[in-house]
């Protein structure tokens, strides 16, 4: 399997909050990664990291083997970020925003195509401070993946989507991985981690906790039974 992900004894502080500590675990090509644990553990410090919006304290974080903070323009077009709150300008259309963000890269999908496919063309006039949470949600998606990234990092893609819709961001990301990508996808839901991931990485208290294939991780029982035994409140530091 070919490592894309590699996060090791990666610490980050805020103050006297060790929001990630000395943490370690992989992401491979052509594998779902699904990354739990509960409100606070540190999920999206790491994934911010990775993504090179924040600068670790200490350890390692490589994305295709490049450190993200020093990252050159070609290393972030290998890479698709859906951030949690979208990120979308507001006043923006969805189709025009798309096709701009298609510009920046080389060689992008089909803006037309991808908006079709993600039901986007339905409310493409609509500027984005006129979208609901749903809409938003998959136009934020759409310009993580206009420019064909290598390594795709989802922070809660299915959040508030109808189930239709949450079909269309599974089928979409299974797409994805089996183009060869790595997607790394945070989620607070044990169905779409079950459903999606290949791999599973549980986070509690800036450490992890569990990790594995999802076979691996959960044992032949269930994902939700792993998470509460692996992230009770005793492991507090
Ligand atoms: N910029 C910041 N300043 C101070 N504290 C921060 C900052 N960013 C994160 N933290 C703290 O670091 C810890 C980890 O936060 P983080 O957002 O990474 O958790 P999370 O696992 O993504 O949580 P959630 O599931 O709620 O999204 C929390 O205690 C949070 O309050």
Redesign the pocket.
């Known amino acids: 399997m070919s490592e894309a992900v590699r996060v090791r004894e990666l610490s980050?502080r805020?103050?006297s909050?060790r929001?990630?500590d000395a943490m370690s675990w992989s992401a491979h090509l052509g594998r779902v990664t699904a990354v739990l644990?509960?409100?606070?553990?540190?999920?999206?410090?790491?994934?911010?990291i990775l993504e090179g919006l924040q600068r670790p304290d200490a350890g390692v974080a490589e994305v295709l083997g490049v450190d993200p903070w020093d990252a050159s323009p070609e290393h972030r077009a290998r890479v698709g970020v859906m951030l949690?709150d979208g990120g979308l300008p507001n006043g923006a259309k969805p189709i025009r925003l798309l096709r701009h963000l298609a510009a920046l890269y080389a060689d992008p999908l089909d803006v037309t195509e991808l908006a079709h496919r993600l039901g986007i063309d339905a409310f493409a006039g609509t500027t984005v401070r006129r979208l609901s949470g749903g809409q938003r949600q998959r136009v934020a998606l759409a310009a993580a993946l206009v420019g064909d990234p290598d390594v795709l990092f989802l922070?809660?893609p299915t959040a508030g989507l109808d189930p239709h819709a949450r079909l269309d961001v599974w089928s979409l990301v299974r797409e994805w991985r089996d183009r060869g990508a790595a997607v790394v996808v945070?989620t607070?839901s044990f169905e779409e981690a079950e459903r999606l991931a290949d791999d599973v990485v549980v986070?509690a208290h800036?450490r992890v906790a569990a990790e594995g294939s999802l076979a691996e991780v959960v044992g032949g029982g269930r994902l939700e039974d792993v998470y509460f035994a692996v992230t009770t409140k005793e492991q507090t530091r």
């Open positions: 980050k805020f103050g909050v929001a990630v644990g509960p409100n606070g553990a540190g999920k999206t410090t790491t994934m911010e949690q922070d809660e945070t607070h986070i800036g």
